[in-house]
């Protein structure tokens, strides 16, 4: 690995489209890692739930976020890192250049990365996009969710990057684009 992308930003903001257009940009040299996809298989194992339907960005999953957000955080207090240890140990990160990190939500979860992999090999990029831009693409306000550290953890945190994703340009092309430039990615 030459480097880990840590992407990060509120629901509806873009992560996983922004990471799927970055991955296919550089191909087969690098590869997604998704923090929250041992965090749903767990849960939808616990509770006997569609896995599919959770890993899905549908509205299955919606139904199950609180109290999954309440769990996890549970399992984080007594191992702040298990997520992204788990998520990494499942991906054949070894096989590649690139690792994009598509769902940062916690300041524990980069504490993590750079403590693991060391900070010269962890770059950190915040997606912003409006309120108007989020709830275009179906997000409404929830609480117990939107007001939780699953949301809110970064709020205050600083960035190696931050672009805003609100233009409604179909192929994210520009964002890729300067993501490209600025990690100085080949």
Excluded at 37 to 57: F, G, T, V, Y
Excluded at 103 to 127: A, C, S
Excluded at 166 to 177: A, F, K, L, N, Y
Aim: hydrophobic share 40%.
């Amino acid at each position: 690995m030459q480097k880990i992308i840590l992407i990060s930003g509120k629901r509806k903001c873009g992560k996983d489209f922004i990471s799927e257009r970055l991955q296919k940009r550089l191909a087969d040299r690098a590869l997604i890692v998704r923090i929250s996809e041992p965090i749903k298989r767990e849960w939808a194992r616990k509770l006997q739930l569609d896995i599919n339907a959770m890993l899905s960005d549908g509205p299955y999953k919606e139904q199950y976020r609180r109290d999954m957000i309440i769990w996890s955080d549970e399992v984080r207090r007594r191992d702040y890192g298990f997520f992204c240890r788990a998520a990494m140990q499942q991906a054949a990160v070894q096989n590649v250049d690139y690792v994009i990190v598509s769902d940062i939500r916690r300041k524990n979860d980069i504490r993590w990365f750079r403590e693991t992999y060391g900070p010269d090999m962890v770059e950190t990029l915040r997606l912003t996009s409006l309120p108007e831009t989020r709830k275009a693409r179906g997000w409404k306000f929830t609480a117990g969710v939107d007001d939780e550290p699953s949301e809110c953890d970064l709020d205050d945190s600083a960035f190696d990057f931050v672009l805003a994703n609100d233009r409604d340009e179909e192929s994210g092309e520009h964002i890729i684009d300067q993501l490209m430039a600025m990690l100085k990615l080949s």
